[in-house]
Protein backbone atom coordinates (compact mmCIF):
# COMPACT_ATOMS: atom_id res chain seq x y z
CA UNK A 1 0.00 0.00 0.00
CA UNK A 2 1.46 3.64 -0.72
CA UNK A 3 1.87 5.20 2.70
CA UNK A 4 1.33 9.04 3.74
CA UNK A 5 2.97 11.06 6.31
CA UNK A 6 0.92 13.36 8.51
CA UNK A 7 2.58 15.50 11.75
CA UNK A 8 1.16 13.94 14.59
CA UNK A 9 0.03 16.76 16.20
CA UNK A 10 -0.98 20.78 15.19
CA UNK A 11 -2.87 23.28 16.96
CA UNK A 12 -4.78 26.37 15.70
CA UNK A 13 -6.65 29.05 16.70
CA UNK A 14 -10.44 29.30 16.23
CA UNK A 15 -12.13 30.94 13.55
CA UNK A 16 -8.78 30.60 11.80
CA UNK A 17 -7.88 28.71 8.80
CA UNK A 18 -6.17 25.23 9.12
CA UNK A 19 -4.39 23.74 6.55
CA UNK A 20 -3.05 20.02 7.86
CA UNK A 21 -0.48 18.43 5.39
CA UNK A 22 0.11 15.00 3.91
CA UNK A 23 3.13 13.72 2.13
CA UNK A 24 2.64 10.75 -0.51
CA UNK A 25 5.57 10.35 -2.68
CA UNK A 26 4.68 6.80 -3.64
CA UNK A 27 1.46 7.72 -4.72
CA UNK A 28 0.44 5.56 -7.94
CA UNK A 29 -1.41 6.80 -11.06
CA UNK A 30 -4.69 5.27 -9.91
CA UNK A 31 -4.62 6.20 -6.23
CA UNK A 32 -7.38 8.93 -4.92
CA UNK A 33 -6.09 11.20 -1.81
CA UNK A 34 -9.08 10.76 0.88
CA UNK A 35 -9.60 12.41 3.85
CA UNK A 36 -11.24 11.51 6.94
CA UNK A 37 -11.44 12.52 10.59
CA UNK A 38 -12.71 11.06 14.01
CA UNK A 39 -14.13 12.76 16.65
CA UNK A 40 -13.62 11.74 20.08
CA UNK A 41 -16.12 8.43 20.83
CA UNK A 42 -17.06 8.49 17.48
CA UNK A 43 -15.91 6.55 14.44
CA UNK A 44 -14.39 7.98 11.56
CA UNK A 45 -16.22 10.24 9.02
CA UNK A 46 -15.42 11.36 5.39
CA UNK A 47 -14.04 14.67 4.45
CA UNK A 48 -13.48 14.93 1.20
CA UNK A 49 -11.20 13.12 -1.78
CA UNK A 50 -9.77 14.01 -5.18
CA UNK A 51 -7.39 12.87 -7.75
CA UNK A 52 -5.13 15.92 -9.20
CA UNK A 53 -7.20 18.86 -9.22
CA UNK A 54 -8.07 21.02 -6.47
CA UNK A 55 -11.50 20.00 -4.52
CA UNK A 56 -13.50 21.81 -2.46
CA UNK A 57 -16.79 20.96 -0.59
CA UNK A 58 -19.02 21.88 2.56
CA UNK A 59 -16.49 20.95 5.01
CA UNK A 60 -13.36 21.55 3.54
CA UNK A 61 -10.76 22.02 0.38
CA UNK A 62 -8.20 20.14 -0.66
CA UNK A 63 -5.27 21.07 -2.76
CA UNK A 64 -3.15 18.54 -4.37
CA UNK A 65 0.34 19.21 -5.53
CA UNK A 66 1.23 19.13 -9.09
CA UNK A 67 2.83 16.34 -9.09
CA UNK A 68 0.48 14.94 -6.61
CA UNK A 69 3.44 13.84 -3.90
CA UNK A 70 1.38 16.05 -1.38
CA UNK A 71 -1.78 17.44 0.01
CA UNK A 72 -3.44 19.73 1.88
CA UNK A 73 -6.22 19.81 3.66
CA UNK A 74 -7.94 23.24 4.80
CA UNK A 75 -10.58 24.02 6.76
CA UNK A 76 -11.16 27.80 6.18
CA UNK A 77 -12.54 28.62 9.32
CA UNK A 78 -12.31 25.99 12.27
CA UNK A 79 -14.54 25.79 15.36
CA UNK A 80 -14.09 23.70 18.42
CA UNK A 81 -15.82 20.86 16.61
CA UNK A 82 -12.91 20.55 14.29
CA UNK A 83 -11.01 18.90 17.18
CA UNK A 84 -10.39 15.86 15.90
CA UNK A 85 -7.67 13.28 14.29
CA UNK A 86 -7.32 13.71 10.68
CA UNK A 87 -6.33 10.87 8.12
CA UNK A 88 -4.95 11.26 4.81
CA UNK A 89 -5.48 7.84 2.93
CA UNK A 90 -4.41 6.96 -0.69
CA UNK A 91 -6.89 4.60 -2.33
CA UNK A 92 -6.57 2.82 -5.64
CA UNK A 93 -9.71 3.83 -7.33
CA UNK A 94 -9.25 1.09 -10.35
CA UNK A 95 -8.49 -1.89 -9.24
CA UNK A 96 -10.55 -4.43 -7.77
CA UNK A 97 -9.25 -6.18 -4.50
CA UNK A 98 -7.40 -3.20 -3.89
CA UNK A 99 -9.83 -0.99 -2.44
CA UNK A 100 -9.23 -1.41 1.37
CA UNK A 101 -9.26 1.86 3.26
CA UNK A 102 -6.01 1.31 5.39
CA UNK A 103 -5.59 4.58 8.06
CA UNK A 104 -2.16 5.69 9.58
CA UNK A 105 -1.87 7.21 12.38
CA UNK A 106 -3.17 10.58 11.44
CA UNK A 107 -2.59 14.15 12.55
CA UNK A 108 -4.47 15.19 16.24
CA UNK A 109 -5.81 18.47 15.40
CA UNK A 110 -6.56 20.96 18.67
CA UNK A 111 -8.40 24.24 18.06
CA UNK A 112 -8.05 26.92 21.23
CA UNK A 113 -10.54 29.05 21.84
CA UNK B 1 -30.97 5.99 6.36
CA UNK B 2 -30.34 5.47 9.56
CA UNK B 3 -26.96 4.61 8.72
CA UNK B 4 -24.46 2.26 9.39
CA UNK B 5 -26.08 0.77 12.36
CA UNK B 6 -23.70 -1.64 15.30
CA UNK B 7 -24.63 -3.32 18.02
CA UNK B 8 -24.19 -3.57 21.21
CA UNK B 9 -22.66 -0.39 21.91
CA UNK B 10 -21.09 -1.68 24.10
CA UNK B 11 -20.10 -5.28 25.48
CA UNK B 12 -18.30 -6.71 29.03
CA UNK B 13 -17.58 -10.43 28.45
CA UNK B 14 -15.10 -12.63 30.06
CA UNK B 15 -12.03 -14.50 28.74
CA UNK B 16 -13.15 -17.42 27.13
CA UNK B 17 -16.70 -16.32 26.32
CA UNK B 18 -18.28 -16.16 22.67
CA UNK B 19 -18.39 -12.35 21.36
CA UNK B 20 -20.83 -11.33 18.33
CA UNK B 21 -20.51 -8.18 16.79
CA UNK B 22 -23.00 -6.96 14.66
CA UNK B 23 -23.86 -4.79 11.84
CA UNK B 24 -26.12 -3.48 9.45
CA UNK B 25 -25.48 -1.81 6.57
CA UNK B 26 -26.44 1.31 4.62
CA UNK B 27 -29.20 0.04 2.43
CA UNK B 28 -27.82 -0.42 -1.49
CA UNK B 29 -24.17 -0.39 -0.60
CA UNK B 30 -21.54 -3.01 -2.02
CA UNK B 31 -19.55 -2.96 0.16
CA UNK B 32 -18.57 -3.75 4.10
CA UNK B 33 -15.97 -3.11 6.09
CA UNK B 34 -14.48 -4.34 9.55
CA UNK B 35 -12.35 -2.33 12.13
CA UNK B 36 -10.58 -2.39 15.23
CA UNK B 37 -8.96 0.24 16.75
CA UNK B 38 -7.27 0.41 19.76
CA UNK B 39 -4.59 3.01 21.29
CA UNK B 40 -1.53 0.96 20.41
CA UNK B 41 -2.56 -0.14 16.90
CA UNK B 42 -4.94 2.62 15.58
CA UNK B 43 -7.25 1.61 13.31
CA UNK B 44 -6.99 -1.89 11.74
CA UNK B 45 -8.78 -3.15 8.96
CA UNK B 46 -9.87 -7.07 9.60
CA UNK B 47 -11.85 -7.86 7.05
CA UNK B 48 -13.86 -6.60 3.72
CA UNK B 49 -16.91 -7.58 1.92
CA UNK B 50 -18.09 -6.93 -1.37
CA UNK B 51 -21.51 -8.27 -2.58
CA UNK B 52 -21.60 -10.36 0.70
CA UNK B 53 -18.34 -12.48 -0.80
CA UNK B 54 -15.42 -11.84 1.83
CA UNK B 55 -12.64 -9.88 -0.39
CA UNK B 56 -9.33 -9.60 1.90
CA UNK B 57 -9.19 -11.16 5.56
CA UNK B 58 -5.44 -10.73 5.52
CA UNK B 59 -6.22 -8.53 8.61
CA UNK B 60 -7.80 -10.84 10.53
CA UNK B 61 -5.40 -11.58 13.80
CA UNK B 62 -6.26 -15.22 14.11
CA UNK B 63 -8.16 -18.31 13.82
CA UNK B 64 -10.37 -17.52 16.86
CA UNK B 65 -11.76 -13.94 14.46
CA UNK B 66 -14.37 -14.77 12.37
CA UNK B 67 -16.68 -12.49 9.93
CA UNK B 68 -19.83 -13.48 8.14
CA UNK B 69 -22.11 -11.74 5.60
CA UNK B 70 -25.43 -13.88 4.79
CA UNK B 71 -27.19 -11.23 3.09
CA UNK B 72 -26.84 -7.81 1.73
CA UNK B 73 -28.08 -6.32 4.91
CA UNK B 74 -26.31 -8.35 7.87
CA UNK B 75 -23.22 -8.73 8.98
CA UNK B 76 -21.50 -10.60 12.40
CA UNK B 77 -17.81 -10.73 13.35
CA UNK B 78 -17.64 -13.32 16.33
CA UNK B 79 -14.67 -13.73 18.43
CA UNK B 80 -14.31 -17.14 20.17
CA UNK B 81 -12.90 -18.03 22.42
CA UNK B 82 -12.46 -13.74 23.45
CA UNK B 83 -9.13 -12.63 25.20
CA UNK B 84 -8.51 -9.81 27.47
CA UNK B 85 -6.01 -8.61 24.48
CA UNK B 86 -9.11 -8.30 22.14
CA UNK B 87 -10.34 -5.40 24.02
CA UNK B 88 -10.81 -2.37 21.45
CA UNK B 89 -13.61 -0.67 19.60
CA UNK B 90 -14.71 -2.39 16.68
CA UNK B 91 -16.24 -0.27 13.73
CA UNK B 92 -18.68 -1.08 11.00
CA UNK B 93 -18.26 0.49 7.27
CA UNK B 94 -20.38 0.00 4.65
CA UNK B 95 -19.74 1.96 0.65
CA UNK B 96 -21.73 2.23 -1.90
CA UNK B 97 -19.36 1.91 -4.66
CA UNK B 98 -15.06 2.69 -4.55
CA UNK B 99 -14.85 3.16 -8.65
CA UNK B 100 -17.06 5.95 -9.19
CA UNK B 101 -17.23 9.57 -7.99
CA UNK B 102 -19.00 8.99 -5.16
CA UNK B 103 -16.76 6.63 -3.25
CA UNK B 104 -17.65 7.96 0.66
CA UNK B 105 -17.24 5.34 3.06
CA UNK B 106 -20.03 5.56 6.49
CA UNK B 107 -18.91 4.40 9.36
CA UNK B 108 -21.17 3.20 12.49
CA UNK B 109 -21.07 4.27 16.04
CA UNK B 110 -18.65 1.22 17.31
CA UNK B 111 -18.85 -1.51 19.61
CA UNK B 112 -16.56 -1.20 22.81
CA UNK B 113 -15.46 -4.52 23.46
CA UNK B 114 -14.03 -5.14 26.90
CA UNK B 115 -13.04 -8.79 28.01
CA UNK B 116 -12.02 -9.18 31.54
Known amino acids: DAKTTQPNSMESNEEEPVHLPCNHS???????IHWYRQLPSQGPEYVIH???SNVNNRMASLAIAEDRKSSTLILHRATLRDAAVYYC??????????????FGTGTRLTIIP | DAGVIQSPRHEVTEMGQEVTLRCKPI?????LFWYRQTMMRGLELLIY????????DSGMPEDRFSAKMPNASFSTLKIQPSEPRDSAVYFC??????????????FGQGTRLTVV
Open chain 1, 89 to 102: ILRDGANFGNEKLT
Open chain 1, 26 to 32: TISGTDY
Open chain 1, 50 to 52: GLT
Open chain 2, 27 to 31: SGHDY
Open chain 2, 49 to 56: FNNNVPID
Open chain 2, 93 to 106: ASQQTIHQENTEAF
